[in-house]
């Protein structure tokens, strides 16, 4: 007989329900900037449900996506300020965008929030009401669509993320790889069958949603849990095995290569530090870098700093170069069109004018004027700890 994972964890509900809700009303979370918004609003199951403003919901559980509330706070706060309603976020330029979000991280998200703000602007500034119609939505994936769905309208769906994978984990002894499919279907299938039942109040189905999310982050951390402050230890299969920390079981962990990258330094007459304005899609999409040079370094570059920075797949040890100023100056005048009559003889472009970005994908920036560009963590680090040499200035002067 196949497995069947719904069938299941159906047989082995444990009704997590009640003693989730009472202990978030008590214990959890209930002053984070988008809780703050709310709408009181009749329920079909008849009682009064406090439900929250479905475009800070949203905002904020897109940056929530792989990234700690404390350090979300700040960044949700200033995307409010910016764009106080979704139709002002989907009119904004998109490096504005970019720059609000740089330093979050997984940049892929602020463009598929932004696609998404034009999605719904076009349909009138209202956001689908179900998780189902959520998650079409770019950026929007299973169970940001269903905590968007129970937080902004009261539905009945399940949320997987982080904190929950792991509660669940432990609570049911869940064996396995987390990120493997099977072990997965399992996960999804206790957290379909631990909700609230059909018909309850929407502030029930608020409060148990958050709950799961704030039990996770509060007392079933990831390490030195704390078992004795959770409402849900009675039940748990971890903690009666006496090893809570086992789950979720670790992932095999994979040798992280190192990729070597070459970035250029260039300034011109003001100080103003050459950037590129990357492709939206790839490494640092929609942000500003500093250029990148391709294959060995010409004898004779100075190099002016170097970094490392992580990323999911790949560790980039970053060497930044300053090449002699007569060879930058020689590039840009390539660069730049000919003159004399139309369809004028121009030399070809050296390897340097190559690498260099195109007029229209360049960025002049001051290195102490950092503030509200579009620049990756890294970036941004290192120019702001950069004591300028008047020996690399100027490539235009």
Not at 265 to 294: F, I
Not at 318 to 332: G, K, L, N, Q, Y
Not at 371 to 381: M, W
Request: proline content about 8%.
């Amino acid at each position: 007989m196949p497995y069947d994972a719904a069938s299941m964890a159906h047989d082995n509900t444990l009704n997590l329900a009640p003693a989730l809700i009472r202990w978030q009303r008590r214990h959890g979370r209930h002053h984070l900037p988008w809780q703050k918004t709310r709408l009181e609003l009749g329920t079909p199951a008849g009682g009064a449900a406090v439900l929250r403003d479905p475009y800070r919901v949203w905002l904020s559980e897109v940056m929530l996506q792989q990234t700690q509330v404390a350090t979300v706070i700040p960044y949700f706060e200033a995307f409010l300020r910016a764009f106080p309603t979704v139709n002002d976020l989907a009119a904004a330029d998109a490096e504005q965008v970019m720059g609000l979000w740089a330093g979050l991280g997984y940049y892929s998200r602020a463009r598929n929030l932004h696609a998404a703000a034009r999605q719904v602007a076009e349909a009138g500034g209202a956001f689908p009401q179900t998780a189902q119609g959520l998650e079409a939505l770019p950026g929007v994936g299973r169970s940001t669509a269903a905590a968007i769905a129970v937080f902004a309208f009261g539905e009945r769906a399940a949320i997987l993320d982080g904190n929950v994978k792991r509660v669940l984990s432990r609570v049911f002894a869940v064996e396995g790889d987390p990120a493997g499919s099977a072990t997965l279907a399992r996960l999804w299938a206790h957290a379909e069958a631990e909700l609230p039942p059909e018909g309850a109040p929407a502030a029930d189905l608020i409060d148990y949603t958050q709950g799961l999310m704030d039990l996770g982050a509060m007392v079933c951390t990831r390490s030195r849990p704390d078992c004795g402050q959770c409402p849900l230890a009675a039940l748990c299969q971890a903690r009666q095995q006496g090893e809570p920390e086992r789950y979720p079981q670790a992932r095999r962990k994979k040798t992280v290569p190192v990729r070597a990258v070459n970035l250029l330094w260039v300034e011109d007459a003001q100080r103003q530090v050459l950037l590129q304005a990357r492709p939206d899609s790839g490494l640092w999409g929609g942000l500003w870098s500093l250029p990148e040079w391709p294959g060995e370094v010409p004898e004779g570059w100075q190099a002016v700093g170097s970094f490392s920075h992580v990323f999911t797949h790949f560790r980039m040890e970053a060497t930044v170069w300053a090449p002699p100023v007569d060879v930058v100056r020689r590039a840009m005048a390539d660069q730049a069109p000919a003159s004399g009559a139309e369809g004028g003889i121009k030399a070809e472009p050296d390897a340097l004018a190559k690498a260099l970005p195109l007029p229209e994908q360049q960025r002049w920036l001051v290195p102490s004027a950092l503030e509200g560009a579009p620049l990756p963590s890294p970036i941004r680090r290192w120019l702001q700890g950069q004591v300028l040499q008047p020996e690399l200035i100027s490539a235009s002067a």
